[in-house]
């Protein structure tokens, strides 16, 4: 007949066991940063930003952080595990603003010769006026810029990201392009975890 375990030994096991666990949920190893920024001076970018945000929160374990392009700091950029970039379309291109955070990429932040942001996820939006007016163009030109530092890019939303248009028939965002953006925060995040997940075995 086999001895009991004394209670005591269950006990110490236990307690042994929790500090690993607690280490793990406290320093954030199981959860993924997404970082969401944008430049935006109608409001549309920033209200697609909120939305593609709330789809990344709504993936268990993800730490967002919004902010405009302006504000982003290099922390910011390399403690991220993806990176949510939009824009408005400005003569069928991205806008000034978004353009000088990618520059400030080595510029202000050095990502070179470490290639810094590789293997990072990253993915686009972009707003604009009308139906054809540059949104996909915008898009490709930060998913470019994204692929230029040896990033992942995805899509989500859309062929290339989510997108709105903000003028003639479709004034302001509404709720199917709300959605969409939902959709390429959730999908990001989704793709992130995995990424991180794969790079720990």
């Known amino acids: 007949m086999a001895r009991p375990v004394p209670w005591l030994v269950i006990l110490c096991a236990g307690a042994f066991a929790l500090p690993a666990a607690s280490s793990l949920a406290a320093d954030g190893a199981d959860s993924v940063a997404v970082l969401v920024t944008y430049h935006s001076l109608s409001g549309n970018t920033e209200k697609m930003a909120r939305a593609v945000a709330e789809g990344a929160k709504a993936v268990p374990g993800a730490r967002v952080l919004l902010k405009r392009v302006g504000d982003v700091t290099g922390n910011d950029l390399f403690s991220s595990d993806a990176l949510i970039v939009g824009s408005p379309v400005y003569w069928s291109n991205m806008s000034g603003e978004v353009k000088t955070f990618f520059d400030n990429w080595q510029l202000k932040f050095g990502v070179f010769p470490e290639f810094k942001m590789r293997n990072k996820v990253g993915a686009a939006f972009a707003t604009g006026g009308q139906v054809s007016g540059g949104k996909e163009v915008t898009m490709l030109t930060i998913l470019a810029a994204m692929l230029g530092n040896q990033m992942i890019v995805v899509s989500g939303g859309g062929a290339f990201g989510a997108s709105a248009t903000t003028e003639g028939d479709s004034p302001g965002i509404d709720d199917k392009e709300l959605a969409e953006a939902r959709d390429l925060g959730r999908r ?10 794969g790079a720990r075995k």
């Open 188 to 197: 990001v995040m989704e793709v992130a975890v995995l990424v991180k997940r």
